[in-house]
């Protein structure tokens, strides 16, 4: 459900903790009433010293002056007393709420990110995301923590003043009243333009993260370029962007307490002045126009920190929205409902005119058509750019075809459930992703509860076994963050490994040897012919050498298959893929 305003996507989204809301904003109200009680227990002493017997004390039964201290002592004690009481309970209320919002959201929104299409993240930067998931959400649990109790107590503040004041003189009582609905119309004006601003804040702040994370990401290129000068410039107009950004909402809330200020003294000057005239003149009792100065205080300190309050409130809701347009963004690829069991799969894929673009790029397949059978290894060769990795990212579903279908095993992909796809399908590509862990970890990646022994065997047949073994803790090492421990070669075997555990009916390997040494290609390729055995492989490569046992190789070229067939035939045939082999193998130069 979609809303207009933050505020109600974040009623709606916390819908299940409606009893908890509840119990924190009735604590909140207790702690506030019993707050604002200290005045009339002023009042209640006055009027103690002034009428003695006569005070309200006496009209209750407490005749004896002495008596009636005592009892006012102990209904001062019993007073504060259950106004902290209740201001632990409603700190613990909120701050758990705002804890737990926080922890929801933040798993909802990166479990919505995951599944959203690769499309999605083709015009956004990491970091700008990293802001939304960490920034944003903590915006949003500072003010559930503190923020939305202080618009509570100002607002019963407000009320109940307001109610006594009616309530002891109401002569003088509607002049505190008359500043309120200008109050009220000045916020919700002031809100509104302050908004716009805050909105600004937290696109300046996303735009800062995505650089600093692309920056830290790729810092060994920074350092080898020597442009730390010229990414300091970068991140300085960027930090500058955001200090301005922030800067012109300081200046427009910075200037709503004294102006709110000034609203409420004018009607409480003359409450002051009219209801001191009044008790001069002996309409009004000393002890209850020193409780309305009492309360006069108590009104005019809340309200002045109405902006502040009204400040977090915007940065929160400034979040909410960044938040929610996040969950509301809604996956281009539809997940389908026919189940894919593993054991059954047989392994045929057929791309039938198959048509693609990028967006706001030109075609890459028009009419692709490629037959793999079951149990094949195939391979798709040409110069960078030609589609090759589409293909993969086609059959993974990363990506649909605006025409055409691809089929398993003469089932349209579209129709099987993403995640069982997904599973029977083993990926190792060129950029190996390599988790903050252990060797172990990386190499059991989606198994986490694999036996050491299976991992052992699927090390053993990537030849990564013995390497392992050397290091330090063996397969309990960790590798860094990104394996940055970990040459190219050792990250390419161990992601080998990981898909030999995974032992999917459906190999792909994307350039899984295009950057590693001739040695490391000899392992890689000694593993591959274990492994490939019995399922279908569809290799991407540059090297040639790694394909010459190929099944069938696709030479592409602008998007089309210009040539196919074997290694031998490929190399009589004397066209694209020959003169490519020839190059490779130094039998003729680039020139």
């Not at 959201?105 to 499309?119: C, G, P, S, T, V």
């Not at 290129?221 to 010229?230: G, M, Q, R, V």
Request: hydrophobic share 40%; charged share 20%.
């Amino acid at each position: 459900m979609k809303y207009d305003r933050p505020l109600l996507q974040l009623i709606h989204y916390s819908r299940s903790h409606r009893g908890t809301l509840l119990l924190a904003t009735l604590f909140s109200i207790l702690n506030k009433w019993f707050d604002l009680a200290p005045p009339f227990l002023i009042a209640a002493a006055v009027d103690i010293a002034v009428r003695q017997e006569g005070s309200i004390f006496g009209y209750l039964g407490i005749g004896d002056v002495p008596s009636q201290l005592v009892f006012l002592g102990l209904l001062t004690f019993i007073i504060w007393a259950l106004e902290s009481l209740f201001e632990y309970i409603y700190k613990i209320y909120w701050r758990n709420l705002a804890q737990t919002i926080e922890h929801e959201l933040r798993l909802d929104a990166y479990n919505h990110l995951q599944h959203l299409d690769m499309e999605y993240f083709e015009d956004r930067q990491t970091g700008g995301l990293m802001s939304i998931l960490n920034d944003d959400i903590n915006q949003l649990e500072r003010f559930l923590d503190i923020g939305a109790n202080d618009l509570i107590q100002v607002t019963v503040t407000a009320i109940t003043i307001l109610t006594a004041f009616f309530l002891l003189s109401p002569e003088v009582a509607w002049m505190a009243a008359v500043p309120m609905p200008f109050i009220l119309v000045f916020s919700i004006k002031f809100q509104k333009r302050l908004e716009s601003r805050y909105v600004d804040v937290r696109e300046r702040v996303g735009i800062l993260n995505g650089q600093l994370s692309n920056n830290l990401t790729g810092i060994a290129t920074i350092k080898s370029y020597t442009t730390e000068e010229y990414e300091e410039g970068r991140i300085f107009r960027s930090s500058s962007d955001y200090m301005e950004s922030n800067r012109e909402a300081i200046k427009f809330s910075s200037a709503f307490s004294p102006l709110i200020r000034m609203i409420i003294v004018i009607g409480f000057t003359a409450m002051l002045i009219f209801g001191g005239l009044q008790t001069l003149n002996g309409q009004l009792e000393i002890a209850a126009y020193s409780a309305m100065i009492f309360l006069t205080q108590r009104l005019l300190w809340p309200l002045t920190r109405v902006g502040e309050t009204l400040d977090q409130y915007q940065r929160a809701m400034a979040s909410t929205t960044r938040i929610m347009t996040l969950l509301d963004t809604e996956s281009r690829i539809s997940n389908g409902k026919s189940k894919l069991f593993l054991s059954s799969i047989s392994g045929g894929i057929s791309f039938e005119n198959v048509c693609f673009s990028y967006k706001g790029r030109n075609s890459t397949f028009t009419n692709l058509n490629v037959n793999i059978e079951p149990g094949q290894t195939i391979a798709f060769v040409g110069s960078t750019g030609v589609g090759k990795s589409t293909i993969v990212k086609l059959l993974l579903r990363f990506y649909d075809p605006q025409q055409g279908r691809i089929t398993l095993d003469g089932v349209d992909i579209r129709d099987f459930d993403l995640q069982e796809l997904r599973k029977a399908i083993g990926l190792v590509k060129q950029d190996t992703f390599i988790i903050d862990g252990t060797v172990r970890e990386n190499i059991a990646y989606g198994r986490p509860d694999t036996p050491i022994d299976d991992i052992i065997k699927a090390a053993q047949v990537a030849e990564v076994h013995g390497f392992i073994e050397s290091l330090p803790n063996g397969y309990d090492t960790l590798v860094g963050e990104r394996g940055q421990k970990l040459s190219g070669g050792q990250r390419q075997r161990i992601a080998i490994a990981r898909a030999v555990l995974k032992n999917p009916p459906i190999l792909v390997l994307d350039e899984a040897t295009s950057s590693v040494d001739n040695e490391t290609e000899a392992a890689i390729q000694r593993s591959l012919e274990k492994i490939i055995v019995g399922r279908t492989t569809i290799i991407i490569a540059h090297r040639l050498s790694t394909i010459r046992n190929a099944d069938r190789i696709f030479v592409l070229d602008h998007g089309e298959i210009i040539e196919q067939g074997t290694h031998n035939e490929l190399v009589e045939d004397d066209r694209l893929y020959a003169s490519l082999w020839k190059v490779q193998t130094g039998e003729r130069s680039l020139a």
